[in-house]
């Protein structure tokens, strides 16, 4: 049984293309994330979201759209993706009362724009 | 400068050896530390976390940190070619939900049989 589970595991599209990725946690949790690692395994944060609310928006382009129908879901979409925009996209998931402590990540989505 | 510095290796042990991983940080605020490993292609998982300072054992790892030098470390005893991954450091300032982890870029380890 997966955790936490992201669709697709590999996305190669070209330039301004839209993209989405899916994520989907079974561990009850209230609380998931976006993460973004780039080709030197840096690990940055896009996006929170809690109970369906975001709650952290970090500095990243309107073009990233992130959606979540309920508390088991976080959705990303991409407008007009660009060669920057290739990288390892992570979503994760937490229980609010332990924050970012114990959080449980996805095995990634490989995103290639060419 | 980064607000969490990691050595990123790679860093080649021999099987049996004891590691030593390592991350300095530069915000005093941070109260939540924690260590994840990541596997080439997987998703990195919660290995160790700490409250503010001192050590913590789990079977062959232990976690140190040490608030007043902002340096924290993690040991693996016993090293097995198992542990060959990238060990990533992370922390917040505190718990909630609306607090972001930071994380270093990581150390790659490669434990030679």
């Known amino acids: 049984d997966t955790a936490v589970s992201q669709t697709p595991k590999y996305l190669v599209t070209q330039m301004g293309n839209d993209k989405s990725i899916k994520c989907e946690q079974n561990?009850?949790?209230?609380?998931m994330y976006w993460y973004k690692q780039d080709s030197k395994k840096f690990l940055k944060i896009m996006f929170s979201?809690?109970?369906?609310?975001?709650?952290i928006n970090e500095t990243v382009p309107n073009r990233f759209s992130p959606k979540s129908p309920d508390k088991a879901h976080l959705n990303l979409h991409i407008n007009s993706l660009e060669l920057g925009d290739s990288a390892v996209y992570f979503c994760?998931?937490?229980?609010?009362?332990?924050?970012?402590?114990?959080?449980?990540f996805g095995q990634g989505t490989r995103l290639t724009v060419v | 400068q980064k607000e969490v510095e990691q050595d990123p290796g790679p860093l080649s042990v021999p099987e049996g050896a004891i590691v030593s991983l390592n991350c300095t940080y530069s915000?005093?605020?941070?109260?939540?530390f924690m260590w994840y490993r990541q596997y080439s292609r997987k998703g990195p998982e919660l290995l160790m976390y700490?409250?503010?300072?001192g050590n913590k054992e789990d079977g062959r790892f232990t976690a140190q940190v040490d608030k007043s030098s902002k340096y924290i470390s993690l040991f693996i005893r016993d090293s097995q070619p198992s542990d060959s991954a990238t060990y990533l450091c992370?922390?917040?300032?505190?718990?909630?939900?609306?607090?972001?982890?930071?994380f270093g870029t990581g150390t790659l380890l490669a434990v030679q049989p």
């Open positions: 994760a998931s937490s229980h609010q009362d332990r924050g970012n402590t114990e959080a449980f």
């Open positions: 561990l009850g949790h209230d609380t």
């Open positions: 979201y809690n109970n369906k609310e975001l709650i």
């Open positions: 915000n005093s605020a941070f109260q939540y």
């Open positions: 700490t409250y503010s300072s």
């Open positions: 992370a922390m917040s300032t505190y718990g909630g939900a609306t607090n972001k982890l930071i």
